[in-house]
């Protein structure tokens, strides 16, 4: 395949777990989606409030609750209209403020973490330790908070329901802080997810993962296998439940024949004819 991204990433890996096609059109394709998740706008503009939060004090001030809670109306108002948003049964006032209390419930908590960093980004190979077989691109992605003298990783999420523990023993997005933090401040590494539930009266429950190398060596194992079949070009749909949440669903629905209808879509960088063959159905 020539036209992959040079580097891969916890979303990269994710999204190939989830369907082969959608990573497809994502990736490989850069097909315009045909909505934006109201899930995606809403934690990418809880991120960035918590985000400005910390580098105003990494810089010395003193940021108030109130201002981040502004931050985040000017946040999310911008992610709202950069294209079409499913709204489903919520208003866009409701989405603000449920946002705010997301905010507000995380800052209350942890808003005198000792951060040292924000959206720190990191270039890393992806290793097999006992061997020191490399794949071959490489991980790209940013750690959320850096905190204390550098080595201590936190993670935020916004999510509907608890994690299950069990459930960060088999995590692409888990295994490659992991991996990141072990490769560049030697293991084992501490990475803490701190996840922020939507419920009525928001909350953050903390998961904190001390892992090192060959500890995390599942995670090798499951981005070598998904990182081979992208590069072997193979892209799958993966049909199930949450189909009807995907933004490129009509895309799929379409796929018929000898050259796929994702030719006639926006793309937000280039147009060309595509077989189906290439999208191995
Ligand atoms: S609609 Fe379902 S099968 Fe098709 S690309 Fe999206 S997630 Fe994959």
Known sequence: MTDLPPNTSASQLTTYAMCGRLYFYRYVLHVEPEFRSLNLALGSAVHSSIGWWFQEKIQGHQPTLDAAEKIFSADIAAETVQMPIRWKNQTPDELEAKGQALVRAYLSDYGDLPVVGVEQRFEVDIENSDTGEALPRPLVGYFDLVVRKGDEIVEIKTTAKAWHPQSILRHLQVGSYVAAANTLHGGPARVVIHAILKQRTPRVEEYPVERGEPDNAWFFHAAK????????????????????????????LAERGAVAPVSRLRKTNRIEQVSCMQLAI
């Not at 079949?229 to 199930?240: E, K, R, V």
Request: proline share 14%; glycine share 10%.
């Open 225 to 252: 296998s998904i990182e081979s079949a992208i590069q072997a070009g193979h892209f799958p749909p993966s049909p199930g439940p949450t189909c009807i949440e995907c933004e490129f669903g009509k895309a799929c």
